[in-house]
Each structure stands twice: as C-alpha cells, then as structure tokens.
C-alpha cells in the first residue's frame, strides 16, 4: 500500500518522457508512455503509446510505437500505426505505418509501406517485358 492508503499501481500510459531543447540523448527508450523531444535523441525508441517530435526536436534512429507526430527532424526507420508529418515536420527514412498523414509543406523521404495492404503492384513485371523488348528488338545502325 502506498503512504495514502492506496496501492502502488503505476498508470504508464499516463507517464511521459521529456528530452527539452539543448538535451542531447544517446541510447534507448523503452515506456508504454508519450515520448516528447525537443532537444536531439540518437537511439532506439521501443513500444511507446505516442512520439512527438518538436520543432526544434531532431531523432536519429529507429522508432515504434502506436502514433507519432513530427514537427521537426526524424532520420531512420519507422514502425507505428499512426504517422503524421506536419507542416515543419521532415521524415527521412524507410516507415511501416497503418496511416499516414502529410500536411503541406511536410517532408518525407523513402521507403513507406502500409502494413497489412492489399495492393500489389505490377510495375516489375512490366518493367521486365519492356526490357525483353529493349533486348532483343534489333539494333539499328546508321550510315556515316
């Protein structure tokens, strides 16, 4: 029991992380929590409930989590649910996501997958054919 009278259960989800401006972190993060960072983080972020990366905010690594926002500067490989790149936000990198939100003027660069999609593309397979075409049409030579 805890000094009031009640028990020592932790609400995580209710916790957050802060990383203020000026903060520079290298290293790994692991909560069930929100994550919030201003500052520069180089690292792993594991199982967070929510990733929001400020303005001046800037992370090199790898991310999973439930949502994540990004205001500022992300480089590396993305897994969460929810994504959204807003206005000053600048993405770079290979993501997984469910959704995926860009506002105008929002950056992304890369490789971006939707987990679980139903849609294949074709596009290798006609690439291959106009290839066997290029190949073996003949070559034509010119007088000189």
Known sequence: MGIFGKS???TVKNGATVIAKGTCIIGGISTEGTVHIDGKFEGVILEADMISIGVTGEVIGDIKANNLIVSGLLDGKIDCNEVQILASGKVIGQMRY?????EEDGKFEGQGIRKDS????????IEQKINNIIVSSPQIEHDK
């Open 8 to 10: 020592n259960k932790r």
């Open 98 to 102: 469910n959704e995926l939100v860009i």
């Open 118 to 125: 139903k849609l294949k593309s074709r596009y290798e397979e």
